[in-house]
């Protein structure tokens, strides 16, 4: 008999149920009750108390005289009510409560299963609702469970459990169980009739949100997030706006000695963050894209949102980035696709060396040997053919080897920058 008060006691907090709606479950499952044992519940009260945890079961039934009852559902006796209180008189109603015990052992069994499983439903769809609401949002849990292909974290907030596959992971992450995690609620789905949050540490809004947490002009909305791309764990871009001419939206956003964006960066495994000025100037645009590298000039076909960039010899490597990452994220920011060029304009050929610089690989005799014959510089030096070398200065072919060795690296290495 205590089962179903009991049940309903343990879901009376109903942490992710509001009042109202686990008042209308309960009576509707009372009166369910009601029906198969009375037919209808047309003359009853179900009353619930949220507060105490506990219920009322009422039967109301107009009192007529003996002999004149014609329907026992609506009607009752004057001398039956009076056995259940000596002061009711004809044409009351008659209150008569009605205990769990009345309705069987199977019945009760039943109805608290009905119960156990509408609450059940009703906490699914509050979850799912509740945390629609949220996505976007960062949420901060604890590891609850490590499978094969993705993390079980209990939100610190409201103990639901949440899910954090290995695709949205980053490359430098690495947690045991116990271990606190923050994430992005990047989608809610219905798996099974169960709701599923997935969380996010590579999605892009996972980086925007913690700008956002960082820096308040941001959240006060003095400076927009225009656009944020990445290679998470490796790299981003992201381009701010300010609408405000007193404020410096990079600065803000780097914060004192880069105070507010180490932080970032250690969150998410040293992952390296260029933050640039947004403008809807598209040749501006892509020189701030490929910041660390300086271009000199920009060749743009804005029909077909391509870009010809040219760079100094060695701002090249730098446009191009460790495996391509910065000019694929500079393209992706910009919506250009780039394509990057040596400066050849009135370039001249690199610049000759002097052989003395090369004083810390090359000895002394043989730099006054080779200046004996009229070589002063590198380049000098290289014009000759081998042959030659060894015929004017007496060198033994072994040093002369090594010589042009040395000589011709450090072109090659300018040349490679």
Same mark, same amino acid.
């Given at each position: 008999?205590?089962?179903?008060?009991?049940?309903?006691?343990?879901?009376?907090?109903?942490?992710?149920?509001?009042?109202?709606?686990?008042?209308?479950?309960?009576?509707?499952?009372?009166?369910?009750?009601?029906?198969?044992?009375?037919?209808?519940?047309?003359?009853?009260?179900?009353?619930?108390?949220?507060?105490?945890?506990?219920?009322?079961?009422?039967?109301?039934?107009? +009192?007529?005289?003996?002999?004149?009852?014609?329907?026992?559902?609506?009607?009752?006796?004057?001398?039956?009510?009076l056995?259940?209180?000596?002061?009711?008189?004809?044409?009351?109603?008659?209150?008569?409560?009605?205990?769990?015990?009345?309705?069987?052992r199977?019945?009760?069994?039943?109805?608290?299963?009905?119960?156990i499983?509408?609450?059940?439903e009703?906490?699914k769809?509050?979850v799912?609702?509740?945390?629609?609401?949220?996505?976007?949002?960062?949420?901060?849990?604890?590891?609850?469970? +490590?499978?094969?292909?993705?993390?079980?974290?209990?939100?610190?907030?409201?103990?639901?459990?949440?899910?954090?596959?290995?695709?949205?992971?980053?490359k430098?992450?690495?947690?045991r169980?116990?271990d606190m995690?923050?994430g992005?609620?990047k989608?809610?789905?219905?798996?099974?009739?169960?709701?599923?949050?997935?969380?996010?540490?590579?999605?892009?809004?996972?980086?925007?949100?913690?700008?956002?947490q960082?820096?308040?002009e941001?959240?006060?909305?003095?400076?927009?997030?225009?656009r944020?791309?990445?290679?998470?764990?490796?790299?981003a871009?992201?381009?701010?706006?300010?609408?405000?001419?007193r404020?410096?939206?990079?600065?803000?956003?780097?914060?004192?000695?880069g105070?507010?964006?180490?932080g970032?960066?250690?969150?998410?495994?040293?992952?390296?963050?260029?933050?640039?000025?947004?403008?809807?100037?598209?040749t501006?645009?892509?020189?701030?894209?490929l910041?660390?590298?300086?271009?000199?000039?920009?060749d743009?076909?804005?029909?077909?949102?391509?870009?010809?960039?040219?760079?100094?010899?060695?701002?090249?490597?730098?446009?191009?980035?460790?495996?391509?990452?910065?000019?694929?994220?500079?393209?992706?920011?910009?919506?250009?696709?780039?394509?990057?060029?040596?400066?050849?304009?009135?370039?001249?050929?690199?610049?000759?060396?002097?052989?003395?610089?090369?004083?810390d690989?090359?000895?002394?005799?043989v730099?006054?040997?080779?200046?004996?014959?009229?070589c002063?510089?590198?380049?000098?030096?290289?014009e000759?053919?081998?042959?030659?070398?060894?015929?004017?200065?007496?060198?033994?072919?072994?040093?002369?080897?090594?010589?042009?060795?040395?000589?011709?690296?450090?072109?090659?290495?300018?040349?490679?920058?």
């Amino acid at each position: 008999m205590m089962n179903l008060v009991d049940t309903f006691s343990e879901f009376k907090a109903g942490k992710n149920i509001d009042r109202p709606t686990m008042v209308r479950v309960l009576e509707d499952v009372f009166r369910t009750l009601i029906r198969k044992k009375f037919g209808t519940d047309e003359n009853f009260d179900v009353i619930v108390n949220t507060t105490k945890g506990d219920l009322e079961l009422w039967r109301v039934r107009e +009192i007529v005289p003996d002999g004149e009852v014609t329907d026992d559902r609506s009607q009752i006796s004057i001398s039956e009510a009076l056995a259940i209180d000596e002061d009711y008189e004809i044409g009351e109603e008659c209150y008569e409560q009605l205990h769990l015990e009345d309705f069987g052992r199977r019945a009760i069994m039943a109805a608290r299963q009905t119960l156990i499983s509408r609450i059940m439903e009703l906490e699914k769809d509050e979850v799912y609702r509740r945390y629609s609401e949220r996505v976007g949002d960062i949420i901060v849990g604890e590891v609850h469970q +490590i499978l094969k292909r993705e993390l079980l974290i209990l939100d610190d907030a409201t103990g639901t459990e949440l899910v954090l596959p290995r695709t949205e992971m980053i490359k430098g992450d690495f947690f045991r169980k116990g271990d606190m995690v923050r994430g992005v609620i990047k989608k809610v789905e219905m798996k099974n009739n169960n709701p599923v949050v997935i969380l996010s540490r590579t999605d892009s809004l996972f980086l925007e949100k913690l700008l956002e947490q960082e820096v308040p002009e941001i959240e006060d909305g003095l400076i927009t997030v225009r656009r944020i791309v990445r290679i998470p764990g490796d790299r981003a871009k992201v381009a701010v706006e300010s609408y405000d001419d007193r404020i410096d939206p990079v600065g803000a956003c780097v914060g004192m000695k880069g105070s507010r964006i180490h932080g970032i960066v250690r969150e998410l495994r040293n992952e390296n963050i260029d933050i640039v000025n947004y403008t809807n100037n598209a040749t501006l645009f892509i020189q701030r894209a490929l910041t660390p590298a300086k271009v000199t000039t920009i060749d743009l076909d804005l029909d077909k949102q391509h870009a010809n960039v040219f760079l100094e010899p060695d701002q090249v490597s730098l446009a191009i980035g460790k495996g391509g990452t910065n000019i694929k994220l500079a393209s992706r920011l910009t919506g250009f696709e780039i394509d990057v060029y040596r400066n050849t304009v009135d370039e001249i050929e690199i610049d000759d060396v002097d052989l003395e610089e090369f004083k810390d690989e090359i000895d002394d005799w043989v730099i006054d040997a080779l200046k004996s014959i009229g070589c002063d510089t590198a380049r000098n030096v290289l014009e000759l053919k081998k042959e030659e070398l060894l015929r004017r200065t007496d060198l033994e072919e072994e040093t002369v080897d090594e010589v042009l060795r040395i000589l011709a690296a450090e072109f090659e290495e300018e040349e490679g920058q």
